[in-house]
């Protein structure tokens, strides 16, 4: 184990934990005989159990989750992400935790997860292009993170950032997007049981394109919203900028809550089309909060989705 920074007196460890490309196809895994195809060397197994908030629903295969991607650090098409992200360098990783908490620092990835039980959530997905995907992710709660480095309580609101390291992100060499990728979470929807920090998924440590070593999981929000390959966490008492808003805030807004009443400009969000449903699948009719009503509608109460979009 890497021995990581000392700040402000706390001890910051480090894991070395390094997510490889996968490429087995679902099929295999269920056919359970072995028969399974890899690109390139085994990803290491995680030691999880299953999360009591995932849905029945069939996840998609992996290689429709690791070959279909919005990852625009790597580039704007949906197969850049594979193909370029093979030359991230995700160990050693570290994290910045500031603002507004107890013990800030920066905490080796080994730190972030011990004492972490790490769950399988099979969640809906779904883009604001009007697709959706079934991930089986493999996490923990954002919540028990939070609570071990004490929020304060004048926090209101938690801001993340990506990595930037354009020798290695190639997207990052264009002026795509304002770098870092910023996003943003009101702190009661930091703390919902459903928002989690994923490190892999499959069973497996997260391949590079879907945001390794970490990333956010918030299902009831449009894909974007779950930012990827996160290095800083920062909690503050004012709502943080994020980048999609920052770019078009008619067309983005802070909240991002998968809602089937409220389009966007240019897509239509009251149906979805699943990938890997062929070319005679159809489409979906898309729920509200993206089927989490239940769970989450409660932090919402009182407000006009439609402005707070």
Avoid at 75 to 89: C, H, I, N
Avoid at 130 to 143: D, R, Y
Avoid at 174 to 191: F, H, K, Q, T, V
Avoid at 210 to 230: D, T
Wanted: hydrophobic letters at 35%; glycine letters at 10%; proline letters at 7%.
């Amino acid at each position: 184990m890497r021995t990581g920074t000392k700040v402000g007196g706390t001890r910051l460890g480090w894991s070395d934990v390094t997510p490889k490309h996968l490429w087995m196809n679902r099929r295999a895994l269920i056919a359970g005989a072995g028969a399974v195809a890899l690109a390139g060397p085994a990803a290491a197994k995680l030691t999880y159990s299953p999360g009591a908030y995932s849905t029945d629903e069939t996840p998609n295969s992996l290689d429709d989750i690791t070959t279909y991607n919005n990852f625009y650090e790597f580039g704007t098409g949906k197969e850049d992400p594979s193909t370029y992200a093979s030359a991230l360098t995700t160990d050693p990783w570290s994290i910045v935790i500031d603002g507004m908490v107890d013990r800030p620092g920066t905490y080796d990835l080994a730190d972030i997860l011990k004492d972490q039980p790490l769950e399988e959530r099979i969640y809906r997905f779904r883009c604001v292009e009007a697709w959706s995907m079934v991930v089986p992710w493999i996490g923990f709660e954002l919540s028990g993170l939070l609570n071990r480095v004490g929020v304060q309580p004048s926090a209101k609101y938690v801001a993340f950032e990506t990595l930037v390291r354009p020798e290695e992100m190639i997207g990052q060499q264009s002026p795509i997007l304002e770098w870092p990728y910023r996003e943003g979470l009101r702190l009661d929807e930091a703390m919902h049981p459903l928002t989690i920090l994923a490190t892999g998924l499959y069973g497996e440590e997260m391949p590079k394109q879907n945001g390794a070593p970490i990333r956010l999981v918030v299902p009831w929000k449009y894909g974007f919203k779950s930012i990827k390959s996160i290095v800083k966490i920062t909690l503050t008492d004012q709502q943080p900028p994020t980048t999609w808003n920052m770019l078009q805030p008619s067309e983005y807004g802070f909240y991002s809550n998968v809602n089937p009443t409220v389009d966007h400009p240019r897509w239509s969000q009251a149906s979805e089309r699943r990938i890997g449903s062929g070319l005679f699948g159809g489409r979906q009719d898309t729920l509200m909060f993206n089927g989490y009503e239940e769970q989450v509608a409660s932090l919402y109460a009182g407000m006009d989705l439609t402005a707070n979009y």
